[in-house]
T-cell receptor, first 111, second 116 residues
Framework: DAKTTQPTSMDCAEGRAANLPCNHS???????VYWYRQIHSQGPQYIIH???NNETNEMASLIITEDRKSSTLILPHATLRDTAVYYC????????????FGKGTSLLVTP | DVKVTQSSRYLVKRTGEKVFLECVQD?????MFWYRQDPGLGLRLIYF???????EKGDIPEGYSVSREKKERFSLILESASTNQTSMYLC???????????????FGAGTRLSVL
């Protein structure tokens, strides 16, 4: 799996967009970018994934730079319930079963 | 929505007891997983199963066994609980078909086990 770098923590005001960056400068051509989050005392939750095109679903948008060396997860209108640790994972599609979450970004959404 | 249900949120057991952690998923997923999560160590894979009665060891299988008699149910067994097995245990499932789906895992809420 390619190494990822995320800020340790971020704050966001409720109702504003939360933009969570992830650096993956060593990503290879067949590696996907996956985002998960873990709300305190709950199991991780899959959010979104992408290869090179931008992706959007009901939870978030994923913007991947053209050179694929970084990406941004966007929560368009953050709510207090979005307070969680967000994990960016980069790996090939069939690389194995164990997910390596790393340390992630702790997002605090404030009123 | 995919639902992965773990039988207990909190469990307290004594050293030497045999402990069963149950997990049920309702989406007909072939793959099921057991992880444990500890502060500073992240998630570590204990066992996974890719079909009924099939299982493979993960990174830290020692002291654990698993059972998958039905597709929807995956049980983690602590043969003789020890204090170093105090942890948060997470069950997950994922579908097959698309290779990249192996990386899309759906997790239960977790069981926080304390072994005294």
């Amino acid at each position: 799996d390619a190494k990822t770098t995320q800020p340790t923590s971020m704050d966001c005001a409720e109702g504003r967009a939360a933009n969570l960056p992830c650096n993956h400068s060593t990503i290879s051509g067949n590696e996907y970018v996956y985002w998960y989050r873990q709300i305190h005392s709950q199991g991780p939750q899959y959010i979104i994934h992408g290869l090179k095109n931008n992706e959007t679903n009901e939870m978030a948008s994923l913007i991947i730079t053209e050179d694929r060396k970084s990406s941004t997860l966007i929560l368009p209108h953050a709510t207090l319930r979005d307070t969680a640790v967000y994990y960016c994972i980069v790996r090939v599609a069939n690389s194995g079963y164990a997910l390596n979450f790393g340390k992630g970004t702790s997002l605090l959404v404030t009123p | 929505d995919v639902k992965v249900t773990q039988s207990s949120r909190y469990l307290v057991k004594r050293t030497g007891e045999k402990v069963f952690l149950e997990c049920v998923q309702d989406m007909d997923h072939e793959n099921m997983f057991w992880y444990r999560q500890d502060p500073g160590l992240g998630l570590r894979l204990i066992y996974f199963s890719y079909d009924v009665k099939m299982k493979e060891k993960g990174d830290i299988p020692e002291g654990y066994s698993v059972s998958r008699e039905k597709k929807e149910r995956f049980s983690l067994i602590l043969e003789s609980a020890s204090t170093n097995q105090t942890s948060m245990y997470l069950c997950a499932s994922s579908p097959v078909g698309l290779a990249l789906a192996k990386n899309i895992q759906y997790f239960g809420a977790g069981t926080r086990l304390s072994v005294l």
